[in-house]
């Protein structure tokens, strides 16, 4: 008589990840979840951060490369607002700031997508270029802006201010 079929194995299976069948039926393997796989030889285990200046980031991903002269032109704009920032406005604190970038492209016209932050709250610097650090309030803290570089203002500069 053959033996009943206990759960246990069965979810063990379904844990696993997706089975692979032989053709002949008789070898299956259970491919390991996607986070599990190993990198391919040569692939970098750690990308560190896109830092152009101190404390400045560039997230990944952008529809185009901001070049240093930018970014250098921008910091100076973005320098001067946190400046006129009654809370944070002493240039000791203004260094501190983590400042992001991307260049993005929107109804054909390029432009600088920025997100500045007083505190990060102890996320290590390379996650600063992988993806936009996203607080929705905070005050004076933390703020938005976009640069035109055609016209070399920014086109926008919001603070959060508190939810």
Not at 10 to 26: E, R, S
Not at 62 to 84: F, M, N, Y
Not at 143 to 157: Q, T
Request: charged fraction near 20%.
């Amino acid at each position: 008589m053959p033996s009943p079929l206990h759960p246990l194995p069965f979810a063990v299976l379904l844990l696993a990840g997706p089975v692979q069948v032989a053709p002949d039926a008789q070898d299956i393997r259970i491919a390991p979840p996607s986070w599990a796989v190993s990198k391919p030889a040569g692939a970098a285990a750690y990308v560190p951060p896109i830092s152009p200046l101190p404390n400045w980031y560039e997230v990944r991903g952008g529809a185009w490369q901001v070049p240093l002269e930018t970014v250098q032109e921008i910091r100076a704009l973005v320098d001067a607002r946190l400046s006129a920032n009654e809370l944070f406005g002493n240039k000791a604190r203004i260094a501190t700031y983590a400042i992001q970038f991307r260049g993005e492209a929107r109804d054909g016209r390029r432009l600088v997508r920025l997100a500045g932050a007083c505190n990060v709250h102890d996320r290590p610097r390379w996650q600063l270029s992988e993806t936009f650090f996203n607080i929705n309030d905070g005050g004076k803290c933390y703020f938005d802006a976009e640069y035109d570089p055609l016209e070399k203002r920014l086109s926008r500069f919001d603070y959060h201010g508190y939810a």
